[in-house]
């Protein structure tokens, strides 16, 4: 009775015209996906263990059949490595599942198959509902490499403005100098406590042309927060000798040190207290 | 021991005054003749009293009790006293419990008139007629408050008491009558000059806790008001002069009058802030109340409710918490947090008077006298329409006051128009806000019929990290689109069911929908999700792949049933799950 209902699952799985994830994967041929067992993990590791097309299109069906979650999680690092077309597809699908962990590994074995689409993928997971998925995303982007990171410096930079954190070392990576100078020019006491990590590695990448990363490093001795002053005092210390963004910083902090003496010195004194003026008149 | 107490307490009450005539005896007859007629008499001649108008309130820092005289718009007098209760008016006196007991204060002058020092005494009532005051009491005994007694004095000395073995009431002194409830369901008509019981009356259906005095009548009740008229003598309430407000949901469940046999709740009570105000009515057997009005008094805001129908007249919205309130014909005067006054007119909600005791009052005891103040402005013919009124108090950013606008969406909701679809639609996609309201507000979304657009243009909106935006209330859209019919909003549902920022709580409603609008074409993608997420065990995803199994059905008829009973037969499928499919396809089957 069971194993014919079961074959009725499996019968109407393949048969459904408009699943989008049943239309993407072939049928099942493999040795393993014909021969279910009563363990589903088991059964997908020993199609990972066969490996090739035939058992990633099995491990997909079985994917959209339903898996529980143990064996769900085998089986997205099964199509990892496995990788091939079809692996992609089910994979992708399954950057769309509601679990958030689901989405995470997905968006993990997309890089790790070097799916064409994973890019792609890692960008639009910026927006995910999820923390834990957008860090994901951060990072898939960074083990891209540049021309994934550059693709996605606008959502990045957007992700950074709402407090995606880990994409700032990423643009201060990627940042290109009229990029740099886009930054430096609308830099504020708010931005700074967001970008300071990407500006600290924008500042020590030798690539740029110093007078752009010197010029950033004025904007932020203007700013004049104690952040941004520590930030400077870093500079100043941790920089080598000569370096150009450290002079930049010392003459940044020793210009915010005058205007400080000259404000003291302008400012009216005070009177004494009338206690004290009491006192004197005594 | 505790008898010993009882009979201590007993003496400690009864004998610094005289005790002459008896009352409360469990033998006294009811309605017996001659003295039953000659107390309907004697009350039926009684002239109606000077009720004083008069403000009494309970400040803080310092503790103090102040008293505003209405008419001459003058704080009359500000005595230091720590007040315990909130304070009553009860004709000459001003009667609350303070740190040495029960205390009368004069309400001339806020001087002391008398008190009442037995500890153990917690005031209950007070009322007076300007010659007698009668004070309840509950004789609290380890917190246990079974028995009372009612102190009755003549000008400012106490001229006698009268101890009862069960809980006393509310009170009431008129036409040289001192009224008291006692027991849940009698009254006793005690002689105001010596105490003696002249009549008992005994209410078989209902529960009698306060008697008081309205303009030339008399009315107790609890849950409803009997005006005492000869047709009392039923002992029923359903053939006295009685009346009781129609009943409904309402945040707090305010009593329509407060508990006659519990104490004054302290002036930090949210009892004040959170009750039912309204004025008794009507002539002879007619009762009813004043403007058919029944007022629900909610922190900051005041609904005027139709007292026969499920139903909102107006509601005001004020800017502190009202802490006082009192009914007559014409509107309802409040005392606000602040120290402020206003009538809002009965009509309209407007505010038609307005003063200020430039005292800010944590209680406020409001005698209004027999009429509200003359209006010092007429209400404005053009206030904004009631379900704008209802929008913008369901929109209140307060957490305290989540019950009051959750009422003011339901009676939102009784309004067709599709403006009223689009408010219910803004105040349920407020994910931030109130889960109170929020729910109120999509629960009457789902029951739409009229604004097919908004439900559209909700529909197309998407919850984004990057935008900084919520995911719409799809659940209770979708069963709004399937009210409404609206076949073209498929794909934005299927678009919405696949999108993980989408709440679980929402699928359920998604796939009801999908059910009814859905065609063959779209099976498909409900049994895929339906297979996908069958091992997950979340209550609420269970719940909704229920919901998907029924849409499978709606759409595809019993041809589906061997779908569902394969994936209910596989053991791998959530537990919760399986039972639900195999109760659809037997259902479906029959």
């Not at chain 1, 693709?151 to 709402?162: H, I, M, N």
């Not at chain 1, 009216?268 to 009491?278: D, V």
């Not at chain 2, 209950?124 to 009372?148: F, L, M, P, Q, Y």
Request: proline share 7%; charged share 25%; hydrophobic share 45%.
């Amino acid at each position: 009775m069971r194993s014919s209902t079961r074959m009725w699952a499996v019968i109407a799985v393949l048969l459904c015209p408009s699943s989008s994830l049943a239309q993407s994967t072939p049928k099942p041929e493999s040795r393993a996906a014909a021969t279910p067992t009563s363990d589903p993990k088991a059964e997908v590791e020993a199609l990972r263990a066969e490996g090739g097309p035939k058992a990633a299109a099995a491990i997909a069906a079985k994917v959209e059949a339903g898996l529980p979650a143990p064996a769900l999680d085998v089986a997205i690092a099964a199509l990892g490595t496995i990788g091939g077309p079809v692996a992609t597809k089910s994979l992708e699908g399954l950057t769309k599942h509601r679990r958030a962990a689901v989405r995470r590994s997905a968006l993990e074995n997309l890089v790790r198959a070097k799916a064409r689409s994973a890019p792609a993928f890692a960008e639009a997971l910026l927006d995910d509902p999820s923390p834990e998925v957008r860090t994901a995303a951060v990072r898939a982007i960074e083990s891209l490499g540049l021309d994934a990171m550059r693709r996605a410096a606008p959502q990045l930079e957007r992700a950074l403005e709402k407090g995606l954190a880990e994409a700032a070392p990423l643009l201060g990576k990627m940042a290109r100098p009229n990029e740099v100078a886009r930054w430096t020019g609308r830099l504020d006491a708010e931005g700074f406590e967001r970008m300071s990590p990407a500006l600290r590695i924008v500042l020590t990448r030798a690539d740029l042309p110093a007078p752009t990363r010197t010029a950033l490093v004025e904007k932020v001795g203007v700013l004049g927060s104690a952040s941004a002053k520590q930030f400077l005092r870093d500079l100043a210390t941790e920089l080598p000798k000569g370096s150009a963004v450290r002079s930049a910083a010392q003459k940044a902090l020793e210009l915010d040190t005058a205007e400080a003496a000259k404000k003291t010195e302008t400012a009216p004194k005070s009177e004494p207290p009338r206690a004290a003026q009491k006192e004197n008149g005594r | 021991m505790r008898s010993l107490r009882s009979i201590l307490g007993v003496l400690a009450i009864a004998l610094p005054v005289g005790c002459a005539g008896q009352a409360f005896e469990p033998t006294f007859p009811e309605y017996e003749e001659p003295g039953f007629t000659q107390v309907m008499t004697a009350l039926a001649e009684a002239k109606g009293r000077p009720d004083p108008a008069v403000v009494i309130g309970v400040a803080k820092n310092p503790d103090r009790v102040v008293a505003y005289d209405i008419a001459e718009g003058v704080v009359r007098w500000t005595v230091e006293a720590q007040a315990r209760s909130a304070p009553l008016v009860a004709g000459a006196h001003v009667v609350l419990e303070e740190e040495k007991g029960i205390v009368a204060r004069r309400l001339r002058d806020g001087t002391v008139a008398f008190r009442i020092k037995d500890r153990a005494a917690r005031l209950i009532a007070a009322d007076g007629d300007g010659t007698h005051t009668v004070i309840s009491v509950a004789i609290d005994e380890d917190g246990d408050r079974k028995s009372g007694a009612v102190f009755v004095a003549k000008g400012d000395a106490i001229a006698w008491s009268r101890r009862s073995d069960l809980p006393v009431g509310a009170p009431a002194v008129f036409g040289g009558l001192v009224v008291v409830p006692w027991a849940t369901q009698r009254l006793s008509v005690l002689d105001a000059y010596t105490g003696e019981e002249k009549a008992r009356l005994r209410l078989r259906d209902t529960v009698v806790g306060r008697a008081f005095v309205h303009g030339p009548s008399l009315y107790f009740g609890q849950r409803g008001i009997f005006r005492l008229t000869r047709s009392i003598e039923t002992g029923s309430k359903k053939s006295a002069a009685y009346a009781e407000p129609v009943g409904r949901p309402l945040p707090g469940q305010p009593p329509l009058l407060r508990d006659g046999y519990e104490p004054v709740p302290a002036p930090d009570n949210a009892g004040h802030r959170l009750r039912l105000a309204w004025a008794p009515a009507g002539e002879g057997e007619e009762v009813r109340f004043a403007d058919d009005t029944i007022y629900l008094v909610f922190y900051r805001f005041v609904f005027a409710l139709d007292a026969a129908t499920d139903a909102v007249r107006w509601v005001a919205r004020h800017d502190a918490d009202l802490v006082g309130a009192a009914v007559r014909e014409g509107g309802i005067l409040v005392a606000d947090e602040r120290g402020r006054l206003h009538v809002f007119d009965a009509a309209t909600g407007a505010s038609v008077w307005e003063a200020k005791m430039d005292v800010p009052v944590v209680a406020a005891a409001i005698s209004p006298g027999s009429a509200l103040p003359e209006r010092t402005t007429e209400a404005p013919s053009g206030r904004e329409p009631l379900e704008q009124q209802l929008f913008e108090v369901a929109r209140v950013e307060d957490s305290r006051l989540g019950g009051g606008r959750a009422l003011a969406v339901r009676y939102l909701a009784k309004f067709e128009s599709a403006k009223v679809t689009a408010d219910l639609i803004a105040l349920c996609a407020q994910r931030t806000g109130l889960e109170q309201v929020r729910r109120a507000a999509c629960e009457a979304v789902t029951t739409r019929k009229e604004g097919a657009p908004a439900v559209r243009e909700a529909l197309r909106a998407k919850a984004s990290f990057l935008a900084g935006t919520t995911p719409p209330p799809s659940g209770s859209l979708a069963r709004a689109a399937a009210k409404m019919e609206m076949r073209d909003v498929v794909p934005m549902l299927l678009t919405h069911l696949e999108d993980p920022a989408t709440p679980t709580e929402d699928l359920a409603g998604i796939f009801a929908a999908l059910g009814t609008l859905g065609t063959p074409a779209i099976a498909g993608r409900i049994e895929a999700y339906l297979r996908l997420y069958r091992t997950e065990t979340d209550p609420l995803l269970v719940q909704a792949l229920a919901a998907a199994g029924e849409a499978l059905f709606a759409i595809r008829g019993a041809a589906v049933a061997p779908t569902l009973t394969g994936i209910a037969d596989d053991p791998t499928t959530a537990e919760p799950l399986r039972a639900h499919l195999r109760r659809i396809a037997l259902e479906k089957r029959e």
